[in-house]
């Protein structure tokens, strides 16, 4: 399991406003071509310089196919991470403050101490 | 050598900005006032008529990523961009363009190292709300040049709490060790109990009040010894999963120094978590 991995996609997805919303439509796709084509590329380091050794398990690209915040919780992916990118695809579609309260009641199964999410 | 004009330690909310400039039916019932306790919040620095700012805050996730992270790090360049587009997209915050203080970096870097902090430092760092926040609060004209430092609280493995008290009382010092005629302000900020993407976010308060009452009191009586003597960094998971943010406060506490009395202490119950300004004027109250 790679918590650094998740991460990674959260954080790249997240700050990119076209792979937000195309995280958005279409999840599966966008998470089978972030494997392939982004999963290895360090951040401002060429391509001919990839990492040769990053992926995902198929229980990680479940979670993210299926926009799974529970479960990449409790796989120990950065929650501001998740929440932040969470909010950007999904916020628009509820009234204010709605639909953070109902990714935290989602949540409330989950006891301390929470999984950890050092990498 | 430059005089601390002013200490300063604060909650960073960043709906502040949105939730102060909207009208109408926009604006919600806390509005009017929050920009009341933040006006005589920002008084108190204006008061201290400071031509630096130092600003503590921390990255999260803009510029500084797991592939090469730093647990303190200097911003020495001639400006400093700010804000970015997740920022805008969540909190609607403006794009901003800050000066430096190059100078005082470098004496901070210098100064610091010799001190036995191992200083990372950046030549362009685009900063992010924990530093413009207290920048739209506290002096939103936006008129003076800033040296950023950048904690770690956010990225486990976490420095413990009593390095940044420690960090803390060497900012201090290096400050008015700097050869300068110049009043600096060191400005920083952090959090009170907070959770951030867990069952207990967004709730009516924040996650823990008690937490948030003991901490207020450690801060503004400048209780070091009682807050390390509860603080570690297994037991910042228990009042929400973000506060480890609350080491931010301590490296202010440091600043101020043990047993010191804030001379402003306000605090604002919000909904998702409290918050909490303190302002000390270690060579007296300005007239």
Redesign the interface.
């Known amino acids: 399991m790679s918590k650094?991995l998740l991460?990674?996609f959260l954080?790249t997805v997240?700050?990119d406003?076209e792979l937000v919303e195309r995280y958005r439509e279409d999840p599966a796709g966008t998470v089978e071509w972030w494997e392939a084509e982004m999963a290895n590329r360090?951040?401002n380091v060429i391509d001919a310089e990839k990492t040769t050794w990053l992926s995902f398990t198929e229980d990680e690209r479940k979670a993210l196919r299926e926009h799974d915040?529970v479960t990449l919780?409790q796989m120990g992916a950065?929650?501001?991470?998740?929440?932040?990118l969470f909010?950007?695809m999904f916020e628009r579609d509820h009234g204010p403050?709605e639909y953070?309260?109902a990714?935290?009641?989602a949540?409330?199964?989950?006891s301390?101490?929470?999984p950890?999410?050092?990498? | 050598m430059a005089e601390v004009a002013a200490v300063i330690a604060s909650t960073h909310h960043p709906f502040y900005y949105r939730a102060s400039t909207s009208t109408g039916a926009d604006r919600p019932p806390f509005a009017d006032e929050w920009v009341a306790k933040i006006e005589r919040f920002r008084e108190t620095l204006t008061r201290a008529e400071p031509d630096v700012l130092v600003m503590v805050g921390s990255d999260h996730f803009h510029q500084l990523w797991l592939d090469n992270m730093p647990q303190f790090l200097v911003g020495k360049a001639p400006f400093f961009d700010a804000n970015w587009y997740n920022e805008e997209r969540e909190f609607g915050l403006p794009r901003m363009t800050l000066k430096g203080e190059e100078e005082l970096a470098a004496h901070i870097l210098r100064d610091g190292l010799d001190r036995d902090f191992d200083l990372a430092f950046s030549n362009e760092l685009r900063i992010d709300h924990s530093i413009t926040c207290p920048i739209i609060t506290l002096r939103p004209q936006a008129d003076l040049p800033i040296v950023p430092i950048y904690t770690n609280i956010f990225a486990p493995p976490l420095p413990q709490p009593k390095r940044f008290v420690q960090l803390g009382r060497a900012i201090r010092e290096m400050v008015e060790s700097w050869e300068s005629g110049k009043r600096v302000a060191i400005i920083g900020t952090g959090h009170l109990s907070l959770e951030l993407g867990g069952p207990r976010q967004f709730g009516e308060h924040g996650p823990d009040p008690e937490f948030d009452r003991k901490a207020v009191e450690w801060i503004a009586s400048g209780d070091i010894e009682g807050c390390l003597a509860e603080v570690s960094l297994d037991s910042l998971h228990s009042p929400g999963n973000a506060t480890h943010g609350f080491m931010d406060f301590m490296l202010m506490m440091g600043v101020a120094g043990e047993g010191r009395k804030a001379d402003h202490v306000d605090t604002l119950d919000l909904f998702h978590t409290m918050e909490a300004y303190f302002t000390w004027y270690p060579n007296g109250a300005p007239a």
């Open positions: 650094y991460d990674k954080y997240d700050r406003p360090i951040l915040h919780f950065h929650p501001f991470l998740t929440l932040t909010i950007a403050l953070q309260k990714y935290g009641k949540m409330e199964h989950i301390m101490p929470y950890d999410i050092s990498t």
